[in-house]
Nanobody
Framework: QVQLVESGGGLVQPGGSLRLSCAASGSIFSLYAMGWYRQAPGKQRELVATITRGDSTNYADSVKGRFTISRDNAKNTVYLQMNSLKPEDTAVYYC??????WGQGTQVTVSS
């Protein structure tokens, strides 16, 4: 059993920054690859970034150069640092272990 809890969302202006956190419990965090997805109303959920057990990362083209995924195994936490935010980044952001477990989501709104 795995439980994931996201935090750090909010309202920011275009060009601003946020750092999302996902705290994991119920399993050995270091054994899992992790990912962030996002979903806007009326749109499909899309993959934003992934990080492997060996800290290899991948990003959607839309966020490359702006977002950074990282993990702290000692704290059982994965992060998504989001810089240079754009209105099209507005969505609910979810973390996942890529194996069927999801957090509850955290809202990110980018607007002036």
């Amino acid at each position: 059993q795995v439980q994931l809890v996201e935090s750090g969302g909010g309202l920011v202006q275009p060009g601003g920054s946020l750092r999302l956190s996902c705290a994991a419990s119920g399993s050995i965090f270091s054994l899992y690859a992790m990912g962030w997805y996002r979903q806007a109303p009326g749109k499909q959920r899309e993959l934003v970034a992934t990080i492997t057990r060996g800290d290899s990362t991948n990003y959607a083209d839309s966020v490359k150069g702006r977002f950074t995924i990282s993990r702290d195994n000692a704290k059982n936490t994965v992060y998504l640092q989001m810089n240079s935010l754009k209105p099209e980044d507005t969505a609910v952001y979810y973390c996942t272990n890529l194996g069927g477990y999801w957090g509850q989501g955290t809202q990110v709104t980018v607007s002036s």
